[in-house]
């Protein structure tokens, strides 16, 4: 080979290796910066059990750094050369993905998961592979080829590898929104909350209870409940029983805002009722009462609440209103008016476009489109 094409062959091999490792560094600290940030969160929190903080920029860098140094002794062990020297960043791409996979098991006492076997296991295999194919392709890998080559098939063992880490780490949409609800909610940022996942009609049940206690302590749940899709009825309102099913947060957390706790198997409907009709719980009781009535679809006793437990001159909240109207189509004698004019104009422009429709199915989704963030439409179409 003449001197001036090894002399650029050597250049693009010293250009691939700076590109690789520049790019596997933006990779690895986007990913866990931006996209798994939570999720790493929620590892940092079980590995060390609540005790320390998690700085997420901090650890974003000093990971990176570690799995940069990791890629250097792995092609100092293997000495990896030529088209497949983005090889060594096969351990680096796969601790990334791991430290990732994380679900909501993390949070359970005596967390584990396979990969404490499991990425030994493959990493060495990896090691014991490469180290033989290096020396079968030996004489291969020592030829100096074409500059474009060499950095285009290391650049696409690269992106493979990236790629290879974001399918092994968590990439569930709706756990992801669980996390960042919880992050909120801890630092008190409640308006934040309510923006994860507005705008998707997915909704978890733990998701579903992290907007409705933000909307609690922000004191808007009667305002708010229902531009979110409430697929639970009340026990959107609580976190379930089964421990795999929640984060952080449980169901402690909801009694603290109430300032009361259920008797063992107290149904939770019956423990609203007696703590607001005793009225030995907080203020949020209330709006949580009336709101668990209104997902039941129980306008009778949610109109026999209002007239007993509300202050008749205090300004209903847009959703008591909207219930209200619903209420006084059967009950024309009910004391209590609504008097917001939008709403009542809404309502009539609600009940006109039910008319309006000759299939059914047709009529569930444009209603849904155009009235989906009234009470009106949960309680009319909602299963």
Known sequence: ???????AYRKAARIQTVVCGFLFAVFSFTYLYVFQRDVLEALHYSLAHGKTHFAPLASALIITFILLLLRWGVNS?????????????????LILGVLTDVGKNVYMEGYHTPWGW???LILLVYIVV??????????????EGSPILLVNYNLLILVVLCLMAAMI?????????????????????????????????????????????????????????????????????????????TCRYTNDSIYYLLGMRPYRGEDRMTFLRNICYKGTAKYTA?????????????????GM???????TEDTL????????????????????????????KRYADYRKRQTEFSSAVEERNKMRREFGDTYWWYFDYQE
């Open 130 to 143: 490469a180290y033989f194919l290096r020396r079968i392709f030996r004489k291969q890998l020592n030829n």
């Open 286 to 302: 209330l709006d949580y009462y009336l709101s668990a009535l209104l997902l039941e679809k129980r306008l009778d006793d949610f």
């Open 118 to 120: 499991l990425l030994p």
């Open 1 to 7: 080979m003449s001197e001036p094409i090894h002399a």
């Open 169 to 245: 780490g968590n990439t569930s949409r709706g756990f992801h929104h669980e996390l960042e609800a919880e992050r909120y909610l801890r630092a008190h940022q409640y308006e934040k909350v309510l923006e994860v996942g507005k705008h998707s009609l997915e909704a978890s049940r733990t998701l579903t209870v992290l907007r409705a206690i933000a909307m609690s302590h922000a004191g808007q749940l009667g305002g708010k409940l229902f531009a979110y899709p409430q697929y639970y009825r009340s026990n959107g309102l609580f976190f379930a029983d089964d421990s795999t099913q």
């Open 317 to 344: 909240p847009r959703y008591f209103s909207e219930a209200l109207l619903l209420y006084r189509d059967s009950h024309p004698e009910y004391p209590v008016q609504v008097n917001d004019s939008v709403i009542i």
């Open 305 to 311: 609440a209002l007239t007993d437990l509300y202050e």
């Open 77 to 93: 062990l293997l000495g990896l050369k030529g088209n497949v020297r983005a090889l060594s960043y096969f351990p680096s791409c």
